[in-house]
């Protein structure tokens, strides 16, 4: 099965930098997602790693270490709109690939 | 192009009544999941489709749950008689192939009294 642990809350500060961990444990693996979740709206997409490494994307980076089923999101010149919940989720690499979501993480971002 | 849409986006019911929801995934698509946030707690996934059969369901609650995807493009979730505990966000989302990220629905909300 699959374990997914992310912290429950954060709070930083506008214009700083914050990281995000998640942690799993997996029986099959193939990449992880993360997820940015606007209170009442959908999950959009941010990033999805399946190799080693640190991708990044404007504000937001993404890192990825399988062997230590570890990963984090940092974003970067926070900004008031990032005050979201953000989703770790592993994909599976058994037949027809399943996606597990963490708990989430609630950012807060004050002045 | 649409993206994955869902009907309805809220639902008031009594306990015992039957809800069907809805989701219409990106079209080509042919993975579909489910998924329900019940306040506070994660995305748990339900389901999930591989055009018209049910590839995994081992997230289903119990039998009062309903899915379907008839031809394989829409799908229906039918919750039959609902209880207070079913209450909470259903999302639906799809996924082309094996890869690539997954497209969210808007979420339908379900209440019940």
């Known amino acids: 099965g699959q374990n997914i642990d992310q912290p429950t809350e954060m709070t930083a500060t506008e214009g700083a930098i914050v990281q995000i961990n998640c942690t799993y444990q997996t029986s099959g693996f193939n990449g992880l997602f993360w997820y940015q979740q606007h209170a009442g709206e959908a999950p959009t997409f941010l990033s999805y790693n399946v190799l080693d490494g640190l991708e990044e994307k404007g504000r937001f980076s993404s890192f990825l270490s399988r062997s230590k089923g570890y990963s984090y999101l940092l974003l970067k010149e926070l900004q008031m709109k990032d005050s979201a919940s953000y989703l770790c989720?592993?994909?599976?690499?058994?037949?027809?690939?399943?996606?597990?979501f963490g708990t989430g993480t609630k950012l807060q971002v004050i002045p | 192009e649409a993206g994955v849409t869902q009907f309805p986006s809220h639902s008031v019911i009594e306990k015992g009544q039957t809800v069907t929801l809805r989701c219409d995934p990106i079209s080509g698509h042919d993975n579909l999941y489910w998924y329900r946030r019940v306040m506070g707690k994660e995305i748990k996934f339900l389901l999930h489709?591989?055009?018209?059969?049910?590839?995994?369901e081992s997230g289903m609650p119990n039998n009062r749950f309903l899915a379907e995807r008839t031809g394989g493009t829409y799908s229906t979730l039918k919750v039959q008689p609902a209880e207070l505990e079913d209450s909470g966000v259903y999302f639906c989302?799809?996924?082309?192939?094996?890869?690539?990220?997954?497209?969210f629905g808007e979420g339908s909300r379900l209440t019940v009294l």
């Open positions: 989720a592993t994909l599976n690499s058994g037949g027809y690939q399943k996606v597990t």
């Open positions: 489709f591989v055009k018209e059969s049910k590839q995994d």
């Open positions: 989302a799809s996924r082309q192939g094996n890869t690539g990220e997954l497209f």
